[in-house]
């Protein structure tokens, strides 16, 4: 099932869930995976501790955007599409708005490869959704070769990518937490 994102007259009205996060570890992290992770830390820590569950509604698109991005990029440089389905996270990347979001941003390969992905997943979602055994899962690369040269791309841009994300999020910082 895919997330749900409210109508617009809803989000302006909404308080938007904005964690405290380091600036001095902001500023410490030179990689931009790793001052993107130091952000969705936060996030994590603070869905963790959210008994009810109203901090993932009270999220805004940059927000759920982001934390998108890090599923996405975790699970496809890990084992690619074919992994990133098979893990669950298909619907959540291919029936919302991130590719269109993560093209706003700036990041154009995410963008293109999610579109292009997109029709395999529809094609193929319910094999590779499907309950198996390592050994049935690794035949999957196999069996779905199409997916393989959109998982080489990404790797040959992830990097790229990544420092496009973090220049987004480190302008748009605020947005997303509250830097203290």
Known sequence: MAFEFPDIHFLRTMTTYRP?????????????????????????????????????????????SLMAFSAFHSQVAAGGFIQLIHNGFGTYIFENPFAEVFGEWGAKHCQALIEQASPLF?????EIEKETSLEEFVKMYEAFPAFDPLDQEYLEVMDSETEIIRSY????????????
């Open 20 to 64: 405290n996060v380091s600036l001095k570890k902001l500023q410490a992290a030179q990689d931009p995976l790793v001052y993107l992770n130091v952000i969705l830390e936060a996030f994590q820590q603070g869905l963790a501790e959210d008994a009810d569950g109203t901090l993932h509604d009270s999220m805004n698109m940059n927000q759920h």
């Open 122 to 126: 529809e094609k193929h979602r319910a």
């Open 169 to 180: 999020v480190e302008s748009h910082l605020e947005d997303l937490v509250i830097p203290s």
